[in-house]
Protein backbone atom coordinates (compact mmCIF):
# COMPACT_ATOMS: atom_id res chain seq x y z
CA UNK A 1 0.00 0.00 0.00
CA UNK A 2 1.02 3.94 0.24
CA UNK A 3 3.61 5.16 2.21
CA UNK A 4 4.80 8.77 2.75
CA UNK A 5 7.51 9.66 4.26
CA UNK A 6 7.91 13.09 5.80
CA UNK A 7 11.39 15.34 6.70
CA UNK A 8 12.30 16.52 8.43
CA UNK A 9 10.18 16.00 12.02
CA UNK A 10 11.45 19.19 13.07
CA UNK A 11 12.36 22.41 11.13
CA UNK A 12 13.53 25.63 13.23
CA UNK A 13 13.83 28.97 11.21
CA UNK A 14 14.45 32.52 11.87
CA UNK A 15 11.63 34.97 10.86
CA UNK A 16 11.67 35.87 7.18
CA UNK A 17 13.67 33.32 6.31
CA UNK A 18 12.57 30.49 4.02
CA UNK A 19 11.04 26.85 4.80
CA UNK A 20 11.31 23.55 3.03
CA UNK A 21 9.54 20.29 4.02
CA UNK A 22 9.66 17.36 1.39
CA UNK A 23 7.62 13.87 1.39
CA UNK A 24 8.05 10.94 -0.80
CA UNK A 25 5.24 8.64 -1.61
CA UNK A 26 5.61 5.38 -2.71
CA UNK A 27 2.34 4.45 -5.02
CA UNK A 28 2.96 5.61 -8.43
CA UNK A 29 -0.93 5.68 -8.40
CA UNK A 30 -1.10 8.36 -6.07
CA UNK A 31 -2.83 11.19 -7.90
CA UNK A 32 -3.41 13.96 -5.16
CA UNK A 33 -0.92 15.65 -2.98
CA UNK A 34 -2.63 18.32 0.19
CA UNK A 35 -0.48 19.69 2.65
CA UNK A 36 -2.54 20.60 5.93
CA UNK A 37 -1.60 23.15 8.78
CA UNK A 38 -2.28 21.83 12.57
CA UNK A 39 -2.08 24.51 14.96
CA UNK A 40 -2.12 23.19 18.52
CA UNK A 41 -5.68 22.00 19.73
CA UNK A 42 -7.53 22.23 16.40
CA UNK A 43 -8.08 20.31 13.25
CA UNK A 44 -5.63 20.12 10.29
CA UNK A 45 -6.57 22.88 7.46
CA UNK A 46 -5.62 22.65 3.99
CA UNK A 47 -3.48 25.12 3.03
CA UNK A 48 -2.20 23.88 -0.41
CA UNK A 49 -2.90 20.82 -2.72
CA UNK A 50 -1.57 19.65 -5.94
CA UNK A 51 -2.71 16.86 -8.52
CA UNK A 52 -0.40 14.95 -10.55
CA UNK A 53 -0.93 16.53 -13.81
CA UNK A 54 1.02 19.85 -12.53
CA UNK A 55 4.78 20.38 -11.47
CA UNK A 56 4.00 23.24 -9.29
CA UNK A 57 1.39 25.62 -7.57
CA UNK A 58 1.40 28.75 -5.39
CA UNK A 59 -0.65 30.55 -3.24
CA UNK A 60 1.27 33.96 -2.15
CA UNK A 61 4.15 32.62 0.14
CA UNK A 62 3.34 28.98 0.02
CA UNK A 63 4.29 26.91 -3.16
CA UNK A 64 4.22 23.02 -3.38
CA UNK A 65 6.51 21.14 -6.29
CA UNK A 66 5.80 17.56 -7.60
CA UNK A 67 8.51 15.05 -9.27
CA UNK A 68 6.01 12.81 -10.25
CA UNK A 69 9.30 10.39 -11.78
CA UNK A 70 11.07 10.36 -8.35
CA UNK A 71 7.77 10.49 -6.65
CA UNK A 72 8.23 13.06 -4.30
CA UNK A 73 6.77 16.50 -3.41
CA UNK A 74 7.84 19.57 -1.38
CA UNK A 75 6.13 22.34 1.02
CA UNK A 76 8.03 25.83 0.19
CA UNK A 77 7.03 28.81 2.91
CA UNK A 78 8.48 31.65 2.09
CA UNK A 79 9.15 35.03 3.93
CA UNK A 80 7.85 33.07 6.97
CA UNK A 81 6.29 34.67 10.05
CA UNK A 82 5.54 33.76 13.88
CA UNK A 83 1.74 32.69 12.76
CA UNK A 84 3.30 29.78 10.73
CA UNK A 85 4.29 27.82 13.85
CA UNK A 86 2.62 24.75 13.69
CA UNK A 87 2.69 21.06 12.48
CA UNK A 88 2.42 20.59 8.65
CA UNK A 89 1.52 17.21 7.33
CA UNK A 90 2.08 16.25 3.52
CA UNK A 91 -0.25 13.32 2.34
CA UNK A 92 -0.74 11.70 -1.10
CA UNK A 93 -3.17 9.45 -2.31
CA UNK A 94 -6.28 8.55 -5.15
CA UNK A 95 -9.67 7.94 -5.33
CA UNK A 96 -10.17 9.91 -1.83
CA UNK A 97 -8.08 7.85 0.27
CA UNK A 98 -4.96 9.78 1.83
CA UNK A 99 -2.26 8.49 3.68
CA UNK A 100 -0.14 11.13 5.75
CA UNK A 101 3.05 11.89 6.72
CA UNK A 102 4.03 11.71 10.40
CA UNK A 103 4.39 15.66 10.47
CA UNK A 104 6.65 18.31 10.67
CA UNK A 105 6.94 20.55 13.40
CA UNK A 106 7.64 24.10 12.22
CA UNK A 107 8.95 27.02 14.89
CA UNK A 108 9.53 30.36 13.51
CA UNK A 109 11.61 32.66 16.02
CA UNK A 110 10.72 36.37 16.05
CA UNK B 1 -14.22 27.31 10.66
CA UNK B 2 -14.13 24.08 8.20
CA UNK B 3 -17.68 23.38 8.38
CA UNK B 4 -17.42 19.80 10.21
CA UNK B 5 -18.25 19.94 13.57
CA UNK B 6 -17.36 17.02 16.11
CA UNK B 7 -18.90 16.14 19.71
CA UNK B 8 -17.98 16.01 22.04
CA UNK B 9 -14.49 18.12 22.45
CA UNK B 10 -13.28 16.08 25.38
CA UNK B 11 -14.07 12.77 26.60
CA UNK B 12 -12.59 10.73 29.56
CA UNK B 13 -13.62 7.57 30.25
CA UNK B 14 -12.19 3.94 31.99
CA UNK B 15 -10.78 0.91 30.43
CA UNK B 16 -13.13 -1.65 29.13
CA UNK B 17 -15.78 1.31 28.38
CA UNK B 18 -17.53 1.82 25.28
CA UNK B 19 -17.78 5.42 23.97
CA UNK B 20 -19.47 7.14 20.52
CA UNK B 21 -18.34 10.38 18.77
CA UNK B 22 -20.30 12.09 16.69
CA UNK B 23 -19.89 14.08 13.41
CA UNK B 24 -21.22 16.24 11.31
CA UNK B 25 -19.84 16.76 7.33
CA UNK B 26 -19.98 20.39 6.04
CA UNK B 27 -23.38 21.11 3.87
CA UNK B 28 -23.59 19.45 1.02
CA UNK B 29 -20.58 16.72 1.64
CA UNK B 30 -21.12 13.26 1.07
CA UNK B 31 -18.35 11.67 2.35
CA UNK B 32 -17.28 11.62 6.15
CA UNK B 33 -13.69 10.03 7.00
CA UNK B 34 -12.23 9.13 10.65
CA UNK B 35 -8.79 9.78 11.86
CA UNK B 36 -7.03 8.60 15.17
CA UNK B 37 -4.01 10.94 15.57
CA UNK B 38 -1.49 9.82 18.44
CA UNK B 39 1.67 11.53 19.57
CA UNK B 40 3.90 8.53 18.19
CA UNK B 41 1.49 7.52 14.78
CA UNK B 42 0.56 10.63 12.82
CA UNK B 43 -3.25 10.44 11.39
CA UNK B 44 -4.29 7.37 10.82
CA UNK B 45 -6.74 6.23 8.56
CA UNK B 46 -9.24 4.29 10.33
CA UNK B 47 -12.66 4.67 7.68
CA UNK B 48 -14.60 6.16 4.89
CA UNK B 49 -18.46 6.55 4.69
CA UNK B 50 -19.99 7.77 1.30
CA UNK B 51 -23.81 8.72 1.28
CA UNK B 52 -24.42 5.86 3.82
CA UNK B 53 -22.24 3.13 2.62
CA UNK B 54 -18.71 1.94 3.70
CA UNK B 55 -16.53 3.01 0.87
CA UNK B 56 -13.23 2.41 2.56
CA UNK B 57 -11.40 0.72 5.55
CA UNK B 58 -7.92 1.45 7.22
CA UNK B 59 -6.25 0.34 10.04
CA UNK B 60 -9.69 0.36 12.28
CA UNK B 61 -9.51 -2.35 15.15
CA UNK B 62 -12.45 -4.23 15.11
CA UNK B 63 -13.56 -2.73 18.57
CA UNK B 64 -14.07 -0.09 16.58
CA UNK B 65 -17.56 1.09 14.61
CA UNK B 66 -18.73 3.37 12.64
CA UNK B 67 -21.66 3.92 10.43
CA UNK B 68 -23.18 7.08 8.56
CA UNK B 69 -26.87 7.93 9.25
CA UNK B 70 -29.38 8.99 6.12
CA UNK B 71 -28.99 13.03 7.31
CA UNK B 72 -25.23 12.41 6.50
CA UNK B 73 -23.85 12.57 10.24
CA UNK B 74 -21.45 9.60 11.51
CA UNK B 75 -20.88 8.22 14.80
CA UNK B 76 -17.87 6.66 15.22
CA UNK B 77 -18.46 3.67 18.43
CA UNK B 78 -15.34 2.74 20.19
CA UNK B 79 -15.76 -0.41 22.95
CA UNK B 80 -13.91 -2.34 25.17
CA UNK B 81 -11.53 0.52 25.56
CA UNK B 82 -7.73 0.09 26.52
CA UNK B 83 -5.14 3.18 27.18
CA UNK B 84 -3.90 2.61 23.81
CA UNK B 85 -6.72 3.65 22.26
CA UNK B 86 -6.40 7.48 24.19
CA UNK B 87 -5.64 9.57 21.18
CA UNK B 88 -7.45 12.60 19.01
CA UNK B 89 -9.87 11.05 16.47
CA UNK B 90 -10.39 13.77 13.58
CA UNK B 91 -13.55 13.53 11.37
CA UNK B 92 -13.03 14.98 7.83
CA UNK B 93 -15.56 15.53 4.89
CA UNK B 94 -15.37 15.70 1.60
CA UNK B 95 -18.06 16.25 -1.70
CA UNK B 96 -17.78 13.10 -3.19
CA UNK B 97 -14.68 11.05 -1.64
CA UNK B 98 -13.45 10.72 -4.61
CA UNK B 99 -9.96 13.08 -5.08
CA UNK B 100 -11.44 15.78 -3.60
CA UNK B 101 -9.89 18.04 -0.75
CA UNK B 102 -11.01 16.40 2.80
CA UNK B 103 -11.52 18.92 5.66
CA UNK B 104 -11.45 18.53 9.34
CA UNK B 105 -13.16 19.12 12.45
CA UNK B 106 -11.48 20.12 15.55
CA UNK B 107 -11.42 17.00 16.73
CA UNK B 108 -12.51 14.67 19.54
CA UNK B 109 -10.00 14.38 22.62
CA UNK B 110 -10.57 11.51 23.99
CA UNK B 111 -8.92 10.00 27.49
CA UNK B 112 -8.88 6.29 29.03
CA UNK B 113 -7.33 6.36 32.53
Known amino acids: GENVEQHPSTLSVQEGDSAVIKCTYS??????FPWYKQELGKGPQLIIDIRSNVGEKKDQRIAVTLNKTAKHFSLHITETQPEDSAVYFC?????????FGKGTKLSVKP | DSGVTQTPKHLITATGQRVTLRCSPRSGDLSVYWYQQSLDQGLQFLIQ???????AKGNILERFSAQQFPDLHSELNLSSLELGDSALYFC????????????FGPGTRLLVL
Open chain 2, 49 to 55: YYNGEER
Open chain 1, 27 to 32: DSASNY
Open chain 1, 91 to 99: AGGSQGNLI
Open chain 2, 92 to 103: ASSVDGRQETQY
